[in-house]
């Protein structure tokens, strides 16, 4: 280990991560010079479960809300259904005017 780069303090690397660093740099240097091959991870089949679904309960029945009455409106004017009384008056004066004119 006096030959590694690792033990020189020269980077500030404290004593503590050396193991750790010196493992990592064996394993690069076994992978540059193929010695190991990769480890593919091989993942746990995921199991499937069944649904917890609970049973949803019966809607109830909602009250019905009250329909107001409405009050009784008034009736339309009278003078609604009638023709103006200007129309009334030209149509008098138009008749005079003819009378006169003849």
Known sequence: MS???L???KWGMTNRWLPELTDLVKLLKDKIDNKIKPKKSTLPVTETKPFDL???RPRSIPIPDKIPKLQKSKPPPKTL???PTE???LSKHREENR???E
């Open 99 to 101: 009378r006169q004119a």
């Open 54 to 56: 609970t049973k949803p």
């Open 3 to 5: 030959d590694s780069p």
């Open 7 to 9: 033990n020189s303090c």
């Open 87 to 89: 129309q009334e008056t």
């Open 81 to 83: 259904y009638r023709a």
